[in-house]
C-alpha cells in the first residue's frame, strides 16, 4: 500500500479513534473522575481499537503473518510514551484553565501525537 493510502486510511481509523477516546475522557471526566485518569482510561478505549483497526487495514500488506504478540509489545511501548505526553498536556490545561479546556486541548494534543504514531506504526510497530 503507498504511503498516501496508508496515511489516509490511518487519518480514518484515527479520527475514529480519536473520537471514542475523546467521548470517554469527556464522558469520564464530566461524571467526576478526575482529568489524568480520565484521560489514560479513554486513551485505553481508543487503543484497543486503533491496534487492531491499523493492524487489519492501514498496515495489514506489511504483516504477512498477520497480527502478533510482538506488534501488540511494541504498539504499548509507543502508546505508553504517547499516553504519558498526552496526559501531560491534559494535566497542565486542567490546572491553568480548568476541564472544560482540557476536552478543547485533548483532540488537539492527540492529533499532534498522531502524526508521530504513523511514522512509528509504519516502520516500527507493524513490521
Known amino acids: 500500500m503507498s504511503m498516501l493510502r496508508q496515511g489516509?486510511?490511518?487519518?480514518?481509523v484515527g479520527a475514529l479513534?480519536?473520537?471514542?477516546?475523546?467521548?470517554?475522557f469527556v464522558l469520564l471526566s464530566a461524571l467526576g473522575l478526575p482529568a489524568v485518569p480520565a484521560n489514560v482510561a479513554g486513551r485505553i478505549i481508543g487503543a484497543m481499537l486503533?491496534?487492531?483497526?491499523?493492524?487489519?487495514?492501514?498496515?495489514s500488506s506489511a504483516l504477512a503473518d498477520g497480527l502478533r504478540w510482538r506488534h501488540l509489545a511494541r504498539f504499548l511501548c509507543s502508546w505508553a510514551?504517547?499516553?504519558v505526553l498526552?496526559?501531560?498536556?491534559?494535566?497542565?490545561?486542567?490546572?491553568a484553565k480548568g476541564l472544560q479546556f482540557a476536552w478543547i486541548i485533548k483532540?488537539?494534543?492527540?492529533?499532534?501525537?498522531?502524526?508521530?504514531?504513523f511514522v512509528i506504526s509504519k516502520y516500527w510497530i507493524y513490521r
Not at 50 to 59: D, R, S, V
Open 8 to 12: 489516509a486510511s490511518y487519518g480514518i
Open 50 to 59: 486503533g491496534f487492531w483497526l491499523n493492524g487489519k487495514a492501514t498496515f
Open 81 to 83: 510514551a504517547m499516553t
Open 86 to 95: 498526552s496526559t501531560i498536556a491534559i494535566a497542565l490545561a486542567d490546572h
Open 107 to 117: 483532540p488537539l494534543a492527540d492529533a499532534v501525537l498522531a502524526l508521530c504514531g
Open 17 to 24: 479513534q480519536l473520537g471514542v477516546d475523546w467521548a470517554c
